[in-house]
Every structure is written in C-alpha cells, then in structure tokens.
C-alpha cells in the first residue's frame, strides 16, 4: 500500500513530537511507511499538523490568548486530516486525541500500557473534533518513591490522555528520589548509591522531557524558608549538617525560642514581619526564575508545618496570610523589576486557610491561587457535598484545628476569593493515601470524579494531583477518571470507567469490573480512614471477612487470562493477579482492626508488609510499595521501626 503522508505545518519542537508520535503510533497501526515532510506537499490524502497559525485556512482563530488555555480542532476523512491545536501543548494533545478516535488507548504508563489497534486505513474514520478542556490547570505533582523512569513514563503518559501540566516539588525532587534508591521499607532490596548530583541531574532530564511535549512546568513549593538561608530543604527528615548561626535570627519564635521545628528545615516557618527575612527570600525567589527560564511557574510556600508561627513583636499581631501577601508583594515586585514573567503559584494551606485582612496583592495576573485542603475527609466530595455555607473560626495564633468537611474547606477558600478572583486550581490528595484505603478505588474515584465536576461551581480553574506516580493498581481507573474529567467535566462516569476496563482488561473486561467494584464495597474506606464508629467498624469487619472468599472465587477468572495475546490486556490481568494477593493479606489484618484486636493486626500487618516487598520487583511500575507500607502499615498500628524491617 502506499505510505501515509504527515506534513508538518510548523517546527516547533513540540509539534515535532506530536508528528514524530503519529509516525510511530501510525506505523504500529497500519504496518504501512509513515513519510513526514516539512509544510504542505504533493496531492492526495495527507495528515496536516500545526498550531492554528500554521494553517491559512480551514481551521478556527484560537479562542484565547492566555498561554496555559489548550484548545485542539481535528478534521479528517477520506480526504485526508487536519491536526491543529490553539499552541504547541495542544497540537501534541490533538495529536493523541486523533489517535484516540482511531481506537488506542493508554490505559497506564509504559509501553505494556498501551492498546494499539489494527487500523487498515486511518482515513476511512471521520473524526471532527474542535474542543477547549473544561479547565486551565490539568497536571500531577511529583510524590511518592520514584525512578527516573518512573518519572519520564509519566511525563510521557500525561499528554496522551489530555493532561498537559507537571510539578516538579522542591529545586531537585532528592527526596522523592532517594526512597526509590534506597527502597525504603524495603530491606529486601539493595540500596543503591544516590547523591544530591543525581537528583539535580534527573531533574534536569524530566525539565527537558516536559519541554520537549510543551507541557507547564511547575516548580519548587517549600524549601523557600530555608535554602536561601544556606540550609538545605531537601526533604522531610532531620537535618544533620551545621546550621548557619545567622539563620537561626530568621526563624519563626515559638514559645521564646527560634530553634528548626522538629528538627527540620522544610517544617520550619520564618519572622516573616522581619523585612530583612523577607528580602532574603525575595532575592532567592528572583535569581531562581533568572537561572530557570524554562519554568513556567514558581510555587511560593512557606513551611510544611503548622502551629508554628512566629509569636515574635513584628508578626504576633499579623495574621500570617498578611505577612504572606506582603511577601508575594514584594516578590513581583523584584520580578517586574527584573522583566520576569515567571507565575507565582501562592497557597490556601493550614495556617494559611485564614484569609488576610490587611493585604491585598498588588498584581494579581502574576498569582495563581492553590487550594490545597489537606485535612479533607475523602469520604464524600468536597464539592458537591457541601450542606451549608460554613463559617471560618476565630484564628488563634499556634492553636489552630484545621477543616475535615467540605463546608468548613469552602468557608476558606470563599474568603481568600473576597480579595482575589484570578487563576486558581485545587491542590489535592485523593492519590497520595487514600487510594491505598480503597484497594478497588471506585468509590474513591467516584469522590474524585465529583470533585473535579464541581471545581467551576467553586470558582477553581483546574486540579493539580499530588500524588504517586504509580497509582495503577488494580488499574489506572482514579487515573482515567481524573484526566477526561478534567478535559470534559460533562463526562460520564460510567463512560469513563467502562470505556478504560475495556480497553484494559480486553474481553472480560466486565468481570474484572463487577470484581473490582466488590472489592472497594468490602474493604469500606471509610473505616480505613478511621472514620467509623463502633457499630461502623462491627459491619466493617463482617464485609472484610468476605474479601477472601471473593478473591478466592474469582482467580480462575484471571488465571484464564493471563496469556491473551494483546499485551496491554495480559498484563492488566497479571497486575490484578499481583493485585489479589495483596488483598488477601490486607484483608484478614483490616478484619482484626475491626475487631479490636490490635494486636492481631499487628501481626497480620507483618505478614502483609513481607507479601508486597516481595511483589515489588513485578508490581513497582504501578505499584508504590513505599508509600503504601508508610499508609497501610501505619493504619494497621505498626511503628516506622516495625514498618522499616
């Protein structure tokens, strides 16, 4: 047959990416030569990709101007197809998304993810599309224990199901890195050599890998309170090297002492009624946008710790979202001294939820608000379970109880958005703990699915997850959801979710639905997360006693499909196989929780913990072993003595 032609209307590197992605996906589809060429060239069907610039005629004047606002218009036929996008970003998005109406799939990261169909002629499907995302901000921050590689197949994996954001937390994400390397709670596996080096240059790498597909960068968040001091915030344990004496003049003073917050930098607030401390972290905020011009926004936290603030004459009689403001302030101001265009990321976050009274920031086009509502119940959604207006307590400096329900978060959020109503996004945990608390996750993702509907109706421009990368286990559901909901908030679950179990576990795909469905109904994440009463935890533990039964029965099911012959859906099977014997080792130690009987949980917890060590070679690529020990296992009683041997 003769090949397929794919002219490339414009040389950004991005749109090169999306043309070198069609060339593969194409080639693996059709078994047929995929040619490229540089603008439009000779007669007969051909796949024309670009920006909405590139095209003379045919295709749409972009509805935005702003940077971040992706919008993708595809036409194609017999007659050939046309793949544009309002910006680089989205001309990758638009290229996935025509792959998508061809029938692939990318169920998970990697390339055992992928499901690429036979397709004779990609001409003979006609596809027309001209869509805008329902919202600005769509990405994943970096947490967990991670690779390199996990990392990159995640970067790579977003674009392809209409993300186009990713954090980078922290200058050098060592401490994300360093779990991976030196497996944490996991004596069974060497640990390996990781410097401080490795993590800037891996950094580095997924920088350019993000680059490379025109995705926004985000960088930073806490840390600010400390390495522009000479201490270093390379995570959340204790620091061990000298501290400057000089820094110590800077920190918050709690109780009549400055001293680091339990011993560690990134937990540790500053005087920030201090102007001097403030100028400090001006000038390290300005030289770091200076040196990182690829970095589209700047996330300005203070310290990863609360009740802890300065009680010092210059701050005691500020709130301190007065004295954050002031310093977002002053920092835009340097930037715009400097001719910076950086964002600035500023956040709604324990101490911070109080709303300022004083301050107002100045230039609001340079912020971008997150709301990060960490101390939210995941039981219920938090937009759309809200039952009243809710009000914000009185502040007490150091003393402060922070909101589970969605009415007490929105109260918060509500009076930030009295003194600024520009960009914003929710910063939230739905895939940092509490999938590991919904082991089939779909009422977790039925709360996400809720969550990210009603983000407009509350005045948010978007979501940014800060989450595990590897949160494919027993499938990437919570995944699927997140990203087609971003991109259509009108989107169905049910269409979501079957269409993904489709695609991923191929012919019996229902099964492995109805199987995985039980499973979230049994281990009631309710209880998990410790919000159930006794008669709660009686019915509890009736449910989890049926967890066994229920694997037990449905393993000839994945036995017999173990060795299908599409990949992608072999090794959903093998992953859900891996996937069952976690289970029926979490649920006898749940069980016993219920009970009462602790120790017996303990115990069972043990046994657990050995169980996924021992899976981790075959399950890390969607599995992080790590985290779910440190969440799990502390659940179920054990200490982080116990959990690390």
């Known amino acids: 047959m003769d090949p397929i032609r794919i002219d490339r209307m414009s040389d950004e590197a991005p749109v090169q990416w999306a043309v070198s992605e069609l060339q593969k996906y194409l080639a693996r589809a059709t078994s047929r030569r995929v040619e490229v060429a540089s603008g439009a060239t000779g007669a007969g069907p051909a796949i024309r990709v670009g920006t909405f610039e590139a095209f003379s005629e ?17 036409e194609a036929g017999p007659g050939g197809a046309v793949i544009a996008g309002a910006n680089p970003r989205s001309v990758v998005l638009a290229a996935y998304r025509y792959l998508t109406e061809l029938g692939c799939r990318w169920v998970r990261p990697g390339a055992d993810g992928e499901y690429i169909p036979r397709i004779d002629d990609p001409f003979a499907t006609c596809v027309a599309v001209h869509e805008r995302p329902s919202y600005r901000h769509r990405g994943v921050c970096i947490e967990g224990a991670v690779s390199l590689e996990h990392v990159c197949d995640m970067v790579d994996w977003l674009p392809k199901v209409g993300m186009g954001a990713y954090f980078i937390q922290f200058r050098e994400a060592y401490q994300f890195f360093v779990r991976w390397y030196h497996h944490e709670f996991n ?6 050599a990781f410097t401080i080096e490795d993590a800037r240059a891996y950094t580095r790498r997924i920088a350019e890998e993000i680059e490379k597909r025109g995705m926004i960068l985000h960088m930073v968040g806490h840390g600010w309170t400390c390495d522009p001091f000479g201490v270093a915030g390379l995570g959340w344990f204790p620091y061990t090297d000298p501290v400057p004496e000089s820094y110590y003049q800077h920190v918050a003073e709690v109780n009549g002492k400055r001293d680091l917050w339990g011993g560690i930098p990134l937990n540790t607030n500053l005087c920030y009624g201090n102007p001097e401390t403030r100028r400090i972290v001006v000038q390290a905020v300005a030289d770091y946008a200076a040196e990182h011009p690829e970095v589209d926004i700047i996330h300005l936290w203070l310290a990863d710790g609360s009740n802890n603030q300065c009680e010092c004459p210059l701050c005691r009689d500020h709130l301190p979202s007065d004295l954050y403001v002031k310093l977002c302030n002053e920092v835009d101001a340097e930037l715009t001294a400097r001719g910076l265009p950086t964002k600035i990321v500023f956040l709604i976050y324990v101490d911070l939820l109080w709303p300022p009274r004083e301050e107002k920031l100045a230039n609001p086009d340079r912020f971008i608000l997150m709301f990060a509502p960490i101390t939210r119940t995941y039981s219920s959604s938090f937009t759309a379970g809200a039952t009243g207006e809710g009000t914000i307590p009185p502040f007490e400096r150091n003393k402060l109880k922070f909101p589970r329900t969605p009415e007490g978060n929105l109260a918060f959020l509500r009076g930030w958005q009295k003194s600024f109503d520009g960009d914003s996004f929710d910063f939230d945990y739905h895939l940092m703990w509490d999938h590991f608390r919904d082991p089939g996750a779909w009422a977790l993702a039925r709360v996400l699915h809720e969550d990210i509907r009603g983000l407009r109706s509350i005045g948010l421009n978007g979501f940014i997850s800060c989450q595990e990368q590897r949160t494919f286990l027993p499938s990437g559901l919570l995944m699927a959801v997140m990203a087609r909901t971003l991109w259509n908030r009108d989107a169905s679950f049910d269409e979501i979710a079957n269409d993904h179990f ?14 995985t469905q039980r499973l979230s109904e049994l281990f009631d994440p309710p209880f998990l997360r410790g919000e159930r009463d006794e008669a709660g935890r009686k019915d509890a533990a009736a449910k989890l006693a049926q967890v066994p039964a229920l694997v037990t029965e449905f393993m000839p099911v994945i036995d017999r499909n173990l060795n299908l012959a599409v990949q992608c859906h072999a090794q959903s099977w093998r992953y859900l196989k ?10 006898p130690a749940a069980e016993a929780l219920a009970r009462g009987d602790k120790e017996q949980a303990r115990v069972l917890a043990r046994r657990l913990l050995d169980v996924v060590r021992h899976l981790e070679p075959q399950v890390h690529p969607v599995f992080d072993v790590a985290l779910f020990i440190r969440t799990i296992g502390g659940a179920l009683g054990l200490t982080a003595e116990e959990m690390a041997r």
């Open 58 to 74: 045919g295709v749409p004047a972009r509805a935005s101007d702003h940077p971040y606002d992706d919008e993708i218009f595809i």
């Open 187 to 192: 004596p069974l596996q060497p640990k390996e």
């Open 502 to 515: 489709r695609a991923a576990f191929g012919a019996d795909w229902e099964k492995a639905k109805e199987y």
């Open 578 to 587: 891996d996937h069952a014997e976690i289970c029926l080792r979490m649920a």
